[in-house]
T-cell receptor, first 110, second 113 residues
Framework: GQQVMQIPQYQHVQEGEDFTTYCNSS?????IQWYKQRPGGHPVFLIQ?????EVKKQKRLTFQFGEAKKNSSLHITATQTTDVGTYFC??????????FGKGTSLLVTP | DAGVTQSPTHLIKTRGQQVTLRCSPK?????VSWYQQALGQGPQFIFQ???????QRGNFPDRFSGHQFPNYSSELNVNALLLGDSALYLC????????????FGPGTRLTVL
């Protein structure tokens, strides 16, 4: 079955440093979504990427979808303490199921 | 506008028991998906309901079953509970269109002793 791998598992940065998490799928994806989960909270939708090579920005966050639609990345510029949480990618191949990666936990110290 | 609501918040059961978890979707949403999130893991897709039918199922045993009601609310039932069923159970709703974000509820924390 489809597997979605995320690296790194954990990242600890100083406030103001950049952060990147990578997502790789064993199969070609029809689309990929990114979610953020704060400690003790539930996943909250950040963005969806559909097209090959797509790049989307949300303020300090930049999302990319690979040309082969098998990988994706989330880059945060100049992290803030409010960025703390676990970032998940979730991909779809065919059908309705979203397959989540294990997530990257980000810790930001002031 | 209420978001996705789930009940109960926490639940403690013993092995072999049965449990029912409930979910009310966000207003205007007709599709409900259920996920299991073990500690330190990403959510795992259990199944999705649309028009009161199970539309797709993930890799979970038949002990996991569900139902969707005409008002789009949904239930997740788990029979013959195992210790490994201890997890956060998340309900997510979305409009019927395939390419849409999912709105997650706060989850039900199930502990099996």
């Amino acid at each position: 079955g489809q597997q979605v791998m995320q690296i790194p598992q954990y990242q600890h940065v100083q406030e103001g440093e950049d952060f990147t998490t990578y997502c790789n799928s064993s199969t070609t994806l029809s689309n990929i979504q990114w979610y953020k989960q704060r400690p003790g909270g539930h996943p909250v939708f950040l963005i969806q990427l559909v097209k090959s090579g797509e790049v989307k920005k949300q303020k300090r966050l930049t999302f990319q979808f690979g040309e082969a639609k098998k990988n994706s990345s989330l880059h945060i510029t100049a992290t803030q303490t409010t960025d703390v949480g676990t970032y998940f990618c979730a991909g779809r191949t065919s059908g309705y199921a979203l397959n989540f990666g294990k997530g990257t936990s980000l810790l930001v110290t002031p | 506008d209420a978001g996705v609501t789930q009940s109960p918040t926490h639940l403690i059961k013993t092995r072999g028991q049965q449990v029912t978890l409930r979910c009310s979707p966000k207003s205007g949403h007709d599709t409900v998906s259920w996920y299991q999130q073990a500690l330190g893991q990403g959510p795992q897709f259990i199944f999705q309901y649309y028009e009161e039918e199970e539309r797709q199922r993930g890799n979970f045993p038949d002990r996991f079953s569900g139902h969707q009601f005409p008002n789009y609310s949904s239930e997740l039932n788990v029979n013959a509970l195992l210790l490994g069923d201890s997890a956060l159970y998340l309900c997510a709703s979305s409009p019927r269109t395939l390419y849409n974000e999912q709105f997650f509820g706060p989850g039900t924390r199930l502990t099996v002793l």
